[in-house]
């Protein structure tokens, strides 16, 4: 619904849903950096990890994620 709504203001790019996924994954790494010095942070930034690591395998992979959903990471 955002995305329809803001459509009628102003006409997307047809890659809009890559670029977006490239800012979310930056956003992401970007927040791990701000909170791993953080030793108070450093259990949920475990807790984390799955559903992380399975935003970027699917980036990597270059498989769209923006609006699915995506299993956690099995980590053992």
Do not use: K
């Amino acid at each position: 619904m955002l995305i329809q709504g803001y459509e009628n203001v102003r006409t997307l790019e047809a890659d809009y849903v890559r670029c977006l996924e490239c800012f979310f994954v930056m956003v992401m790494i970007e927040n791990y950096s701000h909170h791993a010095s953080d030793p108070r942070e450093t259990s949920r930034l475990i807790d984390e990890q799955p559903y992380a690591q399975a935003y970027l395998r699917e980036f990597l992979n270059d498989t769209s994620f923006l609006f699915e959903v995506i299993q956690p990471v099995i980590i053992e």
